[in-house]
């Protein structure tokens, strides 16, 4: 069962049927409701009297949140009183996503290099602290949760940060990381019994614009993952083996995401998130062999044992964005969406709503993000590039240079 919305949501109920999972999808937000329910049965949580008896009813093994949310919802207790395992780390574990100083104070105990950080409660304090350090940081959220009044705001100069901490909401206050540059990428992995499983390196393009021009937006404009088992970029090494300690302790088991800027010679972690990302999960999933069955493993807490189906080492997802996107205040109203020959690859269709005989609408900001794999990153990129230009949608755009920079990890 998957716990979310939209093309995520499709994506692994897709994915995971079609290796032989019986699948459902409960609903946790009130948007994008349409496209899990073209991959299974899909049930309210909003008018869903208990997650619990859902679960026992349906005799569900395995959970899979979308994001962290879940751990704050008031059934979070009885999900993991229930017979399901989740997909996630749970308890203290989850902090190493869920509070952003925390994750500091980790890299900190186990020699892991972190950019300065501060976190201050008002826009004096935050202005004092920028004036004492005149240097350029980047606007977050002390504590991640999608419904946060801050959005990561990136700034590049010390001027930017000054200007944009004129501008922010204090209400939870604000965590101001050093700005360390581009030259950015990822790194997904499995975590049980205090050992890390690689899988992929990956890449995130989160500018709005072609060229990495623009504001970085609420979600990427494409992605890339490469199977990565034995680490080859060096990621894991420097930013997820050193807190194997803390993973033993905290007997984290499930997903977890290190993002790295290389700067000065060496990765430095600017963010770890205990999922295996919106854009990357989908990918991931259909590069695995058996992946309901390493899925189940990790669960009950056995070496996952992960193994790539050849031909598919590498995913590219690219994003149908639609009118006002990256600018969500800006709306337009819900228009279709058509088809221009037949697709040959996933499409995973997000803010969209099933309109009269059999159409589609489009009905938000992201309508749909379009994945292929391949055996290398321009096989991938080639069949992902042709399918997106079948979509037609009135004021949709996509990145058409998806792949061409930010790879190999280290690069602008
Ligand atoms: N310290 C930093 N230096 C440079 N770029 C950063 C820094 N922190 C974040 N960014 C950019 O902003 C993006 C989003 O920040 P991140 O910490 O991942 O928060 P979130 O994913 O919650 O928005 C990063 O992927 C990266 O592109
Ligand atoms: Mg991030």
Known sequence: MVLGVGGFA?????????????????????????????????????????LADLIERQSVDLVVPMSIDWAKAPWAGSLLGSRAAVFSPTGEAMRIERDRDFARQLCQRYGVPFPAAHVAHTRLAALEF??????????????????????????????????????????????LQEYLGRREAGHIALVANGEVYSLVTNQ??????????????????????????????????????????????????????????FCDGQWHAIEYNIRLGITATPMILRML??????????????????????????????????????????????????????????????????????????????VADVVAVGSDRSAALAVANENIRKIRCLGSYFRPDIGESLWPPGNE
């Open 289 to 366: 062999e058996h992946p309901v069955a390493l899925l189940m493993r990790l669960a009950s807490g056995e070496p996952p044992g992960v193994r790539f189906r050849t031909g598919r080492e590498f995913g590219a997802s690219m994003t149908l964005a639609g009118y006002g996107y990256p600018f969500v205040q800006l709306e337009g109203p819900t228009v279709p969406v058509t088809l221009d020959g037949k697709l040959t690859c996933d499409v995973w269709w997000n803010e969209v709503a099933s309109g009269d005989g059999g159409s589609l609408l489009a009905t938000g900001h992201r």
């Open 130 to 175: 920028l004036d004492c350090n005149p240097r350029a940081f980047v606007i977050k959220n002390p504590l991640c949760s999608p419904n946060s009044p801050v959005h990561t705001i990136v700034c590049e100069t010390h001027g930017d940060s000054r200007a944009w901490l004129e501008r922010v909401n204090y209400d939870e206050g604000v965590f």
């Open 204 to 261: 995130e393009y989160k500018r709005a614009h072609a060229g990495n021009m623009g504001i970085v937006a609420g979600g990427p404009l494409g992605g890339l993952a490469q199977a990565d088992p034995a680490d080859r970029y060096g990621l894991a090494k420097a930013l997820l083996h050193p807190l194997k300690p803390w993973f033993a302790e905290t007997g984290y088991t499930g997903p977890i995401q290190a993002t790295g800027i």
């Open 10 to 50: 499709q994506a692994v109920m897709q994915i995971l049927s079609d290796d032989g999972a019986e699948v459902s999808c409960a609903l946790t937000r009130d948007y994008a409701h349409d496209a899990p329910a073209f991959a299974g049965p899909t049930h309210d949580l909003a008018s869903t009297e208990s």
